[in-house]
């Protein structure tokens, strides 16, 4: 069975810096795009960051130069560098594998920017 487990969220201080991370299971990872997307208070689900099974990356305007995607294909494992970061990045992080019609998510990690 397909599990997607993200971990890193806190709190942290406007222009500090917080690393992601998502460790998946049951799935043969190197296959799969995978990306991060958000979710503010009141707000809708928006795509962060994808770094595809080719390790192409995309980013979203608002947070290119500030964050990095990465993935290491070995650990099964997908982490998101965010760096000066701001009150607008809080929100709860999502990671999602895609494949096709398989599609997973996990169950978020809340990233709160507060002084």
């Known amino acids: 069975q397909a599990q997607l487990a993200e971990s890193g969220g806190g709190l942290v201080q406007p222009g500090e810096s917080l690393r992601l991370s998502c460790v998946a299971s049951?799935?043969?990872?190197?296959?799969?795009?995978m990306s991060w997307y958000r979710q503010a208070p009141g707000k809708q689900r928006e795509l962060v960051a994808t770094?595809?099974?080719?390790?192409?990356?995309s980013y979203a305007s608002s947070v290119k130069a500030r964050f990095t995607i990465s993935r290491d294909n070995a650990k099964k494992t997908m982490h998101l560098q965010m760096n000066s970061m701001q009150s607008e990045d809080t929100a709860v992080y999502y990671c999602?594998?895609?494949?096709?019609?398989?599609?997973?998510w996990g169950q978020g990690t809340q990233v709160t920017v507060s002084s």
């Open positions: 999602r594998a895609q494949l096709g019609s398989r599609d997973f």
């Open positions: 770094i595809f099974s080719t390790n192409h990356t």
């Open positions: 049951g799935i043969y990872f190197i296959w799969y795009d």
